[in-house]
């Protein structure tokens, strides 16, 4: 069993009201959120005023995926939108322990995710505060982009370490996630799913979901 929590950057901006009432119906346990600043990653996305909206129309925890270069400076703008969990780049400009900290010290949850070339035992140094470890599948930047599969035994040295470490961590993969390639990354010890255009562009939404958390 997973949980999933699927990418609403697939999801129909213009009617993100519904939309978000749509993926609480069909079981999604938590909604992803991809912030991008055009610096860290090559695309534009959403910020803190679109989060503070969507936090309010539906009771889906808001997983707040900061592909931003200076989350120390926003920070606050996202604890305060309603965020349940956020994740922030190890390769990020700020002083990832500090901003792992302060998320704490705020009461949410808090998470690394290291890019497909970033080593995994980078993240050595923060297991014992971490709530989650956010392994990316792809290059960060856009939705829709194949799985690298050079990155699932990354997602078992992961895994060994939240067992040798923090065994209540979570271990997140964003990027490409499909039905057909999910349990291999299931099996290599994934208990957290992303997926944006597997699960937005299914014939059966919560058919998707259920598939890809069982
Ligand atoms: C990529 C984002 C992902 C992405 C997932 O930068 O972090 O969350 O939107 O979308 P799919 O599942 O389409 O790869
Ligand atoms: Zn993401």
């Known amino acids: 069993m997973a949980l999933v929590s699927p990418s609403i950057l697939s999801s129909d901006f213009a009617n993100l009201e519904s939309e978000m ?5 069909a079981g999604a346990d938590w909604a992803h959120v991809d912030v991008m600043d055009g610096h860290f990653v090559p695309n ?4 803190a005023p679109v989060v503070k909206a969507i936090s309010k129309v539906s009771d889906i925890p808001l997983d707040v995926h900061l592909m931003i270069s200076d ?5 606050d703008d996202f604890i305060k939108a309603g965020a349940y969990m956020i994740t922030i780049h190890e390769e990020c400009d ?3 322990e500090k901003v792992l900290r302060r998320i704490k010290d705020a009461g949410v949850k ?3 995710s290291i890019k497909p ?10 297991i014992d505060i971490l709530d989650m470890i956010l392994i ?9 982009q194949k799985f690298i599969d050079a990155c699932l035994p990354k997602i078992a040295e992961a895994r060994a370490l939240i067992d040798a470490k923090n065994p209540s961590c979570l271990l997140q993969i964003d990027g490409g ?4 390639n999910v349990d291999a990354a299931k099996a290599a010890g994934a208990d957290v799913i992303v997926a944006g255009s597997s699960v937005y562009g299914a014939a059966d939404m919560s058919e998707a979901i259920k598939v890809l958390g069982r």
């Open 94 to 96: 700020s002083d990832v």
């Open 117 to 126: 070339k970033t080593p995994v035992s980078v993240l050595e140094k923060y």
């Open 71 to 75: 989350p120390d400076f926003y920070l």
């Open 136 to 144: 990316m599948t792809v290059e960060p930047g856009f939705g829709g």
């Open 177 to 180: 996630v499909t039905c057909e």
């Open 110 to 112: 808090c998470a690394v």
């Open 21 to 25: 009432k749509r993926l609480q119906a």
């Open 44 to 47: 534009i996305s959403i910020g």
